[in-house]
């Protein structure tokens, strides 16, 4: 009941930037962390950036600076700006959400959900 749908990735060359969005929609009753991970082939997926709901964020040492994360909270949306960007850059982005997709029992219930990623190539 919870989906989670990127847009923005492409190419780019070198010292470009791009946006990426990620809009959470279903039924969602609450949203503790919103991040991006990518996987470049051959390598294990790795966070690139998250930010939490109290908008505390956190950032891979090798985006630090060229990144930035933010969060729109009334769009359930999730962004990522990405300037510099460098041929290492290269990978399939994957918006992350922690979610509480089920309110039983008076309790909530919590699960990760990922989107189905969206290609970023840096190449000039």
């Known amino acids: 009941q919870v989906q989670l749908v990127e847009s923005g990735g492409g190419l780019a060359q070198p010292g470009g930037s791009l946006r990426l969005s990620c809009a959470a929609s279903g039924t969602i009753f609450s949203i503790k962390v919103m991040g991006w991970y990518r996987q470049a082939p051959g390598k294990q997926r790795e966070l690139v950036a998250s930010m939490s709901s109290d908008t505390s964020t956190n950032y891979a040492d090798s985006v630090q600076g060229r990144f930035t994360i933010s969060r729109d909270n009334a769009r359930n949306t999730v962004y990522l700006q990405m300037n510099s960007l460098k041929p290492e850059d290269t990978a399939v982005y994957y918006c992350?959400?922690?979610?509480?997709?089920?309110?039983?029992?008076?309790?909530?219930?919590?699960?990760?959900?990922w989107g189905q990623g969206t290609q970023v190539t840096v190449s000039s």
């Open positions: 992350k959400a922690d979610g509480a997709h089920t309110y039983y029992g008076g309790k909530y219930y919590w699960e990760d959900y």
